[in-house]
Structures are given as structure tokens and as C-alpha cells.
């Protein structure tokens, strides 16, 4: 019974400290902007106006799953890391660990 008390501790613990990335962060300098939502869900803007969205999961912490959704292409799931600090949201894609970083767009419906 003590193993399992310790064992919830633990997971409740690591979840508490995990940063809450929902709200739309925008990359400085561009029209890039992607919104993750409470429900799980996210959409991205690319600098060339093409949208996407999905789905994703806190792994652990500092770690994401993004499951691309697609009308005309297969479904596409993207692993990275990210990392919140203030204002600023990085993500760093671990296929090609191209490094992506954005800024908080002030938006009360997300705190």
C-alpha cells in the first residue's frame, strides 16, 4: 500500500509542474502562430499562410506528441521537446531538430 501512495505522489507531483502550453504563441517577426487548445487540440499557422491542425499529448515533462490531421494526406505524428519560460514557448522537433520558438499572444481565455 505504501509503494502504490508513493507511486501516485510521485505522478501527481511530476503533473503539477508541467507547463501549461495552451494559449496562441506566435513566432516573432512572422505570421507563424500555432494555438494549442485545454481540449488537447492545436492549430499552426505556417509563414506562408498554410494551416494545420490536430491533436496533442504531454508526454512527460518536456516532451510532445502532435498528431498532424489532413484532409488530402495521411495522418503525420511529430515528437519534440518544449520548453516554457515566461512568455516564450520553444519547441524543438526531434525528426529533423529544427528548433522552433514563439511568443505568448496575450489571450485571457487560456489562463
Known amino acids: 500500500m ?48 498554410m494551416t494545420v491542425g490536430g491533436s496533442y499529448t504531454i508526454l512527460a515533462k518536456g516532451k510532445i506528441r502532435l498528431l498532424i490531421r489532413s484532409q488530402n494526406f495521411n495522418d503525420e505524428i511529430i515528437i519534440g521537446n518544449f520548453a516554457v519560460q515566461d512568455d516564450e514557448l520553444t519547441l524543438t522537433l526531434d525528426g529533423d531538430k529544427e528548433v522552433l520558438t514563439y511568443k505568448k499572444i496575450n489571450n485571457t481565455n487560456y489562463k
Open 2 to 49: 505504501k509503494k502504490w501512495f508513493l507511486l501516485m505522489f510521485v505522478f501527481l507531483v511530476s503533473c503539477s509542474h508541467t507547463p501549461n502550453i495552451a494559449g496562441k504563441w506566435q513566432e516573432p517577426g512572422t505570421i507563424s502562430s500555432i494555438e494549442f487548445g485545454q481540449d488537447g487540440t492545436f492549430t499552426a499557422i505556417d509563414n506562408m499562410g
